[in-house]
């Protein structure tokens, strides 16, 4: 049948196009966070504008960059959290050594709606908040209305420093509290939700939200650096071993002028 | 039943019908025509100077001395603007502590809206990313910008129960009794000398890269990986799933194992597709490991195994619709079974199989769970073929989800969104188009 034999020889060419243009290319792959997605999608940029190499960047989750280091599918995982010990030993047992770099430091803004009269809480009324405790903005000097809580999905390393800066231990986040899967999408639904109250990083806050002082700091560049504002971060690249090559070159970029400029022009802090 | 109440019947029945054709046309309607009104908008819309300068300096793209000869006519009205900033920001200087406090801030926001609104301005650090060199390359966001440059939106908190509101305060009022008042009037009245917009046909955005994730550019790579994706998928599952549904139809025995076989085919078309995903990244990354991060191989056979079970029954239909007498005829004819099957029936299923393959294309297309772990990235170039067995690539479906909801500009990028969920919509017209022009093709062969 002519039509099988067309498919056959279209098949065969293929094949024969993928096997001669094949050739050793060096390429970067990277995995992780939200938080970090914006710094490694503008290194990616650049690397690629001026070094040639291919870089690919998916935000998944801290907690799934972490899975691909320890899987060995990425190369670079982000993270905007430590390795857990867990994670390490799952990798010891894979033989895989992860090496962390810090690329940036990160306040975590506490966001509310711009028409939400309160401008600042403190530590204690934001765990408060979350464990539903207080439910209306009432109660912490705001208008009558009940509290929309918006936090992050399990997977999210924004998730787990926020459980550990701010809830502390045995303090578990409200039943009722609504989980969006990535900073834009929190600050979108605090964007859209008069009553909501969420937390994003400082990189992602713009004047759709209201960034709360916490206990009397505003965070900000500056407050962030000198370590005033009580619920900041470093965020992570790991790399498996000691990074070589390309993938050396890559993780310096955080380390160059041009690499720093990118990272206080995306509103992230240097370290 | 009488004669009278029949018709009643028949006439209502008829007008539910009716009705709720024109509401689902209705429905579609309100689904298509913001997509295609706002996704041709990220092909034809009003481009700023700012849009050619940004395609002459990232692409090399367009004519160098007609360019020159607009920033030169743009610049006349800009330089106006510069110098009332510089007249006051010397006036800024002179002025005693306190009032200087007072106006920096209030001139710090003036300054960065005006950024955002025409680009740098002099005194600017140069910036590293794209997204800062350029002010708004769009009219409609540069008249958006332009009101937030003339107002400042404020929030009025005098009610303590209630949700504040918002209302608008003039910069200009602001600023009253110094220099800077009267830039406000000025770039208002010459915003279209500043910007110089034109209708602009931008046909790069199907074929350029993106440039600084997706805020200018184009969306090729996308394009370009759901193509690989949506065929790699097919190539896998088209040929086996045939083959299994000849098996299904000619050779299987009906027995207690085929039916088990039919069954678990049935249950595995009714999968969630998030399943697939997750088995995908298990079975094929992280066990058999066909390459070694996502890639578009790994991506493609875990979309083939989604589409298999549609193709499969698509293929056993049209096989099992072919007249039984065709097959007769061609064994009486002394025929081998295998002869039988490539030469008659499957020849004459073949518009049918194509069908099911078809709608199967679509979906592969489509579908965003099962690459989320195997294939999609948020942004990475366009791959080479030969990149296909070990590089993931960016998709359409995924980065339309990416722009909507992760990117940290989403709200600035709402064309570029619209945009790639049009060109979706249009792959998968233009799969079924061409794939129903081949089955007329073949129909047509067969009856001739």
């Known amino acids: 049948m002519n039509f099988f034999k067309k498919i056959l020889f279209g098949a065969a060419v293929l094949g024969f196009m993928a096997g001669g243009t094949a050739e050793a290319k060096s390429k970067i792959v990277m995995d992780g966070s939200t938080t970090v997605g914006p710094i490694a999608k503008s290194f990616a940029a650049y690397f690629t504008k001026t070094k040639g190499v291919q870089v690919t960047v998916s935000e998944s989750g801290s907690g799934n960059g972490a899975k691909s280091i320890i899987n060995g599918t990425c190369d670079i995982a982000n993270m905007s959290r430590a390795m857990k010990s867990k994670e390490a030993a799952a990798a010891k047992a894979k033989g895989v050594n992860p090496v962390e770099h810090i690329v940036a430091l990160d306040g975590m803004a506490i966001v509310v709606h711009p028409s939400n009269r309160v401008n600042k809480l403190t530590k204690t009324q934001v765990r408060d908040i979350y464990t539903g405790k207080v439910t209306n903005w009432s109660q912490v000097g705001g208008p009558n209305a009940s509290i929309v809580k918006i936090q992050r999905e399990s997977n999210s390393g924004t998730q787990d420093t926020f459980m550990s800066l701010v809830m502390g231990k045995g303090n578990p986040v409200s039943k009722r509290a609504e989980t969006q899967a990535s900073n834009g999408a929190v600050k979108n639904r605090v964007a859209s939700t008069p009553a909501a109250i969420g937390f994003i990083g400082l990189g992602f806050t713009d004047n759709s939200v209201k960034a709360l002082s916490i206990d009397g700091v505003k965070p900000s560049v500056e407050t962030v650096k000198d370590g005033t504002y009580p619920i900041s971060r470093p965020l992570f690249m790991y790399t498996n071993g000691q990074p070589t090559g390309v993938v050396k070159e890559f993780i310096d970029l955080k380390d160059t002028s041009e690499g720093q400029r990118m990272i206080s022009e995306l509103g992230y802090v240097n370290k | ?448």
Do not use: C
Request: cysteine-free; overall charge negative; charged content about 20%.
């Open chain 2, 1 to 448: 039943m009488n004669v009278g109440t029949r018709k009643i019947l028949n006439r209502s029945f008829t007008a539910v019908g009716i009705g709720s054709i024109v509401v689902m046309g209705i429905a579609l309607l309100i689904v298509i025509v913001p997509i295609i009104y706002n996704g041709v908008g990220a092909v034809f819309f009003t481009g700023t100077i700012e849009h050619r300068n940004m395609l002459y300096n990232e692409f090399g793209e367009g004519d160098e001395a007609e360019l020159a000869k607009q920033n030169a006519a743009a610049g006349v009205y800009r330089k106006e603007v510069y110098a009332m900033l510089a007249g006051f920001e010397a006036e800024l200087e002179a002025m005693e502590s306190e009032r200087q406090q007072e106006f920096r801030s209030k001139y710090g926001s003036v300054r960065n809206a005006l950024t955002a609104l025409m680009g740098p301005l002099p005194g600017d650090t140069g910036a590293m990313l794209t997204r800062f060199k350029y002010g708004q390359t769009r009219w409609e966001k540069a008249e958006e910008k332009l009101h937030e440059f003339l107002y400042e939106a404020k929030w009025d908190y005098s009610d303590p129960d209630a949700m504040a509101k918002e209302y608008y305060v003039s910069r200009a009022a602001e600023f009253e009794g110094t220099s800077l008042v009267k830039i406000f009037p000025y770039v208002e009245k010459h915003l279209e000398e500043i910007m110089r917009p034109e209708f602009t046909i931008y046909l790069g955005f199907l074929t350029d890269s993106s440039v600084d994730s997706h805020i200018f550019g184009g969306i090729w790579p996308e394009i370009q990986g759901t193509f690989f994706l949506a065929i790699g998928a097919m190539l896998f599952a088209f040929p086996l799933g045939v083959i299994a549904a000849v098996y299904f139809t000619e050779y299987a025995r009906e027995g207690l194992f085929t039916s088990m076989l039919r069954s678990a085919n049935s249950t595995l078309a009714g999968v969630p597709s998030i399943v697939f995903g997750l088995f995908g990244l298990a079975f094929f990354i992280n066990t058999l490991g066909v390459s070694e991060s996502k890639s578009v191989l790994a991506g493609s056979l875990t979309l083939a195994i989604m589409i298999l079970p549609t193709i499969i029954r698509a293929a056993e239909e049209a096989i099992l619709s072919v007249p039984r007498t065709y097959k007769e005829a061609s064994l009486s004819l002394g025929s081998t079974k295998w002869n039988t099957i490539m030469t008659v029936i499957l020849p004459a299923a073949l518009p049918g199989i194509i069908t099911g393959g078809v709608i199967s294309l679509g979906r592969a297309a489509g579908e965003t769970a099962p690459i989320i772990f195997t294939a999609a990235v948020s942004v990475g170039s366009a791959i080479g073929l030969a990149d296909v067995f070990s590089s993931p690539t960016p998709a359409l479906s995924w980065n339309i989800y990416n722009l909507a909801s992760e990117h940290e500009a989403a709200a600035e990028i709402r064309h570029v969104q619209y945009g790639m969920v049009l060109a979706l919509v249009g792959i998968v017209l233009l799969l079924n188009l061409s794939a129903i022009l081949l089955r007329a093709r073949i129909s047509k062969k067969l009856k001739g």
